[in-house]
């Protein structure tokens, strides 16, 4: 980031009555607009605030509001390619520069509001800049095989250790231990994943838990997300962190447990919360 402020609009002053501003992310005045094409092959551009500038680009309002705009949004062959277009745009922004990402089909009506939700937010969104510089976030998952857990968990009671001799006593025991050892692995994903978090609270600038309830399967038949990290580190230092996540990650190897990183993306979990527009 500059100290220089060297932000020039190239949005128009006025938009045409049937458009407005579709706003991809913010980033600091003193930082270059990426040069890419943004929704509905408008150029993307830029308004700017006191300390940071908005990037974003003139849409059609009717296809993202009232009964079309309904119609579309519930449509994947339309949203598909807007949510990936809005995706390119941050994380090509992000590698220029400290990026503020915005949430998907952020809208303004007219470049007045933009202006004046950039002077509402310019200190949170500039600071939050500052804090990112440098920075970028990854996924860290924990993917759980439940019968390999149960397996493990059931190995490891003690209870193993004094099974009847008698066949048909030994199995209704090793049933009960069975029982026993699902009822158990809730309980041992919270507590692995409470030292997964401080390994890499150890190597990340910032660590947020997400929710798994949204992560789609790999596989139909293959194991489920049991833990969602958001990871904010800096630039570079990925290799790092894989490497302290492999050392620990074989010793749940056994329970079933593997993990994957994904990335780097633009800070989408660790952006500020913000005045919202009016519209």
């Known amino acids: 980031m500059g100290s220089q402020n060297t932000c020039t609009d190239t949005e128009p002053r006025e938009l045409a009555s049937a458009q407005a ?14 040069a890419t094409d943004g929704l509905e092959g408008a150029p993307v551009g830029s308004v700017c605030g006191t300390r940071v500038r908005a990037i974003c680009c003139p849409v059609e ?27 390119l745009v941050n994380e090509q922004q992000m590698a220029a520069g400290p990026t503020l990402p915005l949430r998907f089909g952020t809208l303004f009506s007219s470049r007045a509001r933009v202006e004046q939700w950039l002077a509402a937010n310019s200190d949170t969104m500039y600071d939050f800049l500052l804090s990112v510089d440098g920075a970028e976030e990854w996924a860290v ?10 397996d493990e968990l059931a190995a490891q009671d003690p209870r193993v250790a004094d099974l009847p001799a008698s066949k048909g006593a ?56 049991v ?19 492999d050392e620990r990650a074989r010793m749940w190897e056994p329970f079933g447990l593997t993990f994957e990183l994904n990335g780097p993306w633009p800070p989408y979990n660790f952006s500020p919360d913000l005045v919202p527009n009016s519209k």
Not at 21 to 34: A, E, G, H, K
Not at 78 to 87: K, N, S, T
Not at 141 to 150: A, F, K, Q, V
């Open 21 to 34: 501003l579709y706003v991809f992310c913010v980033i600091p005045n003193t930082d270059s607009v990426v």
């Open 227 to 245: 833990l969602n990290f958001a990871c904010l580190l800096p630039r570079g230092q990925i290799e790092r962190l894989r490497d302290e996540l």
């Open 61 to 87: 309002l009717e296809a993202w509001t009232g009964e079309r705009g309904a119609h579309n949004l519930s449509d994947i062959q339309w949203i598909g390619p807007q949510a990936l277009r809005h995706e």
């Open 170 to 225: 030994r199995y209704l025991q090793q049933k009960r231990l069975r029982r026993d050892a699902a009822s158990r692995v809730r309980e041992w994903v919270a507590e692995t994943g409470k030292q997964v978090n401080a390994t890499l609270l150890d190597a990340c600038m910032q660590v947020k838990s997400c929710t798994t309830t949204t992560v789609k399967a790999r596989h139909p038949t293959s194991d489920r997300c």
């Open 141 to 150: 998952r924990g993917w759980l095989c439940d019968r390999r857990c149960e």
